[in-house]
Structures are given as C-alpha cells and as structure tokens.
C-alpha cells in the first residue's frame, strides 16, 4: 500500500521495504541478544583493559577474535529484523565503532584511547532512550516505508 496523498513526497522518493511494519523474529531472540551482548560485553571490556593494563598482545588475541564475532552476530541479528537499522543512531553507532575498530592497526599508538570512544560510544548508545535510538538519521524524508498486508 502506497502512502496517503496526505504524506507529500517529491516524485525522487525511493519506495523501500527495508523497514517491515513488524521486524522480523525467530524463536528466543531475546535471549540470544541477552547472551550474545554478556559476552560482547565481557570480550570487549577484558580486551580494552588488556590494553590499559599493557598485556602482551598475544594474550589479548582471543578477546579480540570474541568482540569481533559477538559484535557481528549482534549486528546480524539487527539486520535480520530489518536492514533500516543501520540508518537509525543504533545502526549509525555501530557504523561509527566499525570505522574506528578499522583505524587501530593504522594507528597503533592510539589503540587505547580508539578502544575508549568505541566502548563509550557502545555504552552511551545502548543506553539512549528508545525514541533516540530508533531516530533515522540517514536519509529520514527521503524513504517512505511500504507496509503491505
């Protein structure tokens, strides 16, 4: 169903599904995320304060490998409910930790500090209140969700 002639649109707004009227599920998600955010949490903090604390980096390479995958199995099951997470702060959020995880071997003398603002922005972003967090910050006018059935 297409929108109301009340909703003005200019003939250049893209028509896109990427935000279902009900996210998509599957059995015990909520509980997967609970576990999957512990250890994202438990990885990501053990490997910042590895960093803090100056431990061998070989000793940290598991944490490492535990904050990559937890965050992407996170961000998986965000994209299954639907890929319109990555235009809301959340997913902007989570763009942002991405692109900073990426400069760390770039600049390796900032790796502490880098680790800090990923986790700050992590933390901070977890805990926005709903509407802020589910704001769409890319493109907000310019798709209009279609809602079918």
Same mark, same amino acid.
């Given at each position: 169903?297409?929108?109301?002639?009340?909703?003005? $649109?200019?003939?250049?707004?893209?028509?896109?599904?990427?935000?279902?009227?009900?996210?998509?599920?599957?059995?015990? $998600?909520?509980? #997967?995320?609970?576990?999957?955010?512990?250890? =994202? *949490? /438990?990885?990501?903090?053990?490997?910042?304060?590895?960093? *803090? /604390? *100056?431990?061998?980096?070989?000793?940290?390479?598991?944490?490492?490998?535990?904050?990559?995958?937890?965050?992407?199995?996170?961000?998986?099951?965000?994209? =299954?409910?639907?890929?319109? #997470?990555?235009?809301?702060?959340? !997913?902007?959020?989570?763009?942002?930790?991405?692109?900073?995880?990426?400069?760390?071997?770039?600049?390796?003398?900032?790796?502490?500090?880098?680790?800090?603002?990923?986790?700050?922005? !992590?933390?901070?972003?977890?805990?926005?209140?709903?509407? *802020?967090?589910? $704001?769409?910050?890319? /493109?907000?006018?310019?798709?209009?969700?279609?809602?079918? !059935?």
């Amino acid at each position: 169903m297409l929108p109301k002639s009340s909703d003005r $649109r200019s003939s250049n707004d893209t028509y896109c599904s990427s935000r279902p009227a009900q996210p998509r599920d599957f059995p015990y $998600r909520r509980t #997967v995320r609970i576990l999957l955010r512990s250890a =994202h *949490i /438990f990885a990501t903090g053990t490997l910042v304060g590895g960093y *803090i /604390f *100056i431990q061998p980096a070989a000793t940290l390479i598991p944490w490492l490998w535990g904050s990559v995958v937890t965050g992407i199995l996170l961000l998986a099951t965000d994209l =299954h409910a639907g890929v319109a #997470v990555l235009r809301e702060v959340r !997913g902007v959020a989570v763009i942002a930790k991405v692109v900073l995880f990426m400069l760390i071997p770039v600049f390796w003398e900032a790796r502490v500090p880098l680790l800090v603002v990923i986790l700050l922005i !992590g933390a901070v972003s977890s805990h926005l209140p709903k509407r *802020i967090r589910h $704001r769409v910050l890319i /493109f907000p006018n310019r798709f209009v969700v279609v809602r079918e !059935g």
